[in-house]
């Protein structure tokens, strides 16, 4: 199955990331390896420069479009690497490999949790 390509175009500037960084009280390494809702609404509310329920909006349009969360990461960090925004240390680091980690942990703590619960 084709995962359905985030259908707009983000644009990242110095300063709107150094805002995100002060609102969210992080920096942008620590917020690329933060994959949540919260983080990535964040980004697209920078990357589109609209506000920020706008960009749950958008996020919510293009689930129920048929997209793909993890989609809408990989295209913020392929943004963010192409625009040299992050780290050249940090682009080394194989995001694949992150994404399948914390999927195989989220998995984990699901199945656990149905466990503590029956």
């Known amino acids: 199955m084709k995962v359905k390509k985030f259908p707009h175009e983000l644009k990242f500037t110095a300063k709107g990331i150094a805002d995100m960084e002060k609102r969210m009280g992080q920096s942008l390494q620590m917020l690329v390896g933060d994959i949540s809702l919260t983080s990535v609404a964040h980004f697209i509310s920078?990357?589109?420069?609209?506000?920020l329920s706008k960009a749950y909006d958008l996020i919510d349009d293009y689930l129920t479009d048929g997209g793909d969360f993890e989609e809408m990461y990989r295209e913020i960090v392929r943004v963010l690497k192409k625009r040299g925004l992050?780290?050249?240390?940090?682009?080394?680091?194989?995001?694949?490999?992150?994404?399948?980690e914390m999927t195989e942990q989220a998995i984990e703590t699901s199945e656990s949790y149905g466990k503590e619960g029956n």
């Not at 240390?89 to 994404?99: G, S, T």
């Open 46 to 51: 920078v990357g589109l420069d609209k506000p």
């Open 86 to 100: 992050l780290m050249r240390a940090y682009q080394a680091i194989d995001m694949d490999k992150k994404l399948d």
